[in-house]
């Protein structure tokens, strides 16, 4: 079957550590995305990436790091600078070009304890 | 620039009775139009999306959205909901020159017996 994993579904992390989620696509799509959810807020961009090797800043970039060093996959790194990094974290995927509607993994729910 | 806004935050209903969720969007050029559900503790699901051609747009499962340029608006509807439906909605934004996808805040759907 065809979709996006996450992983893992629940982290747990203490001040001050860096942590790396994972996101796996299997849809051939060329770009990938990651995106904040918080309760009353919808989702906010944190990072994207249209192509392999190349990305771009979010809206709320600030204490995350991203990859993209191959199609299928685009991890997000939680730094240490992040100050408020407790949330569900969202991956998704959609083919190049306009009008595509993304496709989503399960999440993954960061908490900092 | 996109935005968008989902006008009821909840919406609690009676199962088999008809339900509407909000959305209005501003946009100084073209868009699609979305509407994603998600079940608690997962990913987001396209449920219907509007590109161009007919205003009225239907889903699998009974439920359609109306574009209305004139009061930039794309309403969600059901005639009869059932339990399952109960799930957060959410209503996004692309513009047609881009490819970055703007989200309300959601709706969150509660279907009683």
């Known amino acids: 079957d065809g979709g996006i994993t996450q992983s893992p579904k629940y982290l747990f992390r203490k001040e001050g550590q860096n942590v790396t989620l994972s996101c796996e696509q299997n849809?051939?799509?060329?770009?990938m995305y990651w995106y904040r959810q918080d309760p009353g807020q919808g989702l906010r961009l944190i990072y994207y990436?249209?192509?392999?090797?190349?990305?771009q800043k979010g809206d709320i970039a600030e204490g995350y790091s991203v990859s993209r060093e191959k199609k299928e996959s685009f991890p997000l790194t939680v730094t240490s600078a992040q100050k408020n990094p407790t949330a569900f974290y969202l991956c998704?995927?959609?083919?190049?070009?306009?009008?595509?509607?993304?496709?989503f993994g399960p999440g993954t729910r960061l908490t900092v304890l | 620039a996109q935005s968008v806004t989902q006008l009821d935050s909840q919406v609690p209903v009676f199962e088999e009775a008809p339900v509407e969720l909000r959305c209005n969007y501003s946009?100084?050029?073209?868009?699609?139009l979305f509407w994603y559900v998600q079940y608690p503790n997962q990913g987001l699901q396209l449920l219907l999306k509007y590109l161009s051609g007919s205003t009225l747009v239907e889903s699998i499962n009974g439920f359609e959205a109306e574009f209305n340029k004139s009061q930039t608006s794309f309403h969600l509807r059901k005639p009869s909901v059932h339990i399952s439906d109960t799930a957060e909605y959410f209503c996004a934004v692309m513009g047609t020159g881009g490819f970055k996808t703007i989200f309300g805040a959601g709706t969150r759907l509660f279907v009683k017996a």
């Open positions: 990436s249209q192509i392999v090797n190349d990305f």
């Open positions: 998704a995927s959609s083919l190049a070009g306009r009008g595509n509607e993304q496709f």
């Open positions: 849809l051939n799509h060329d770009a």
């Open positions: 946009s100084s050029v073209s868009v699609y």
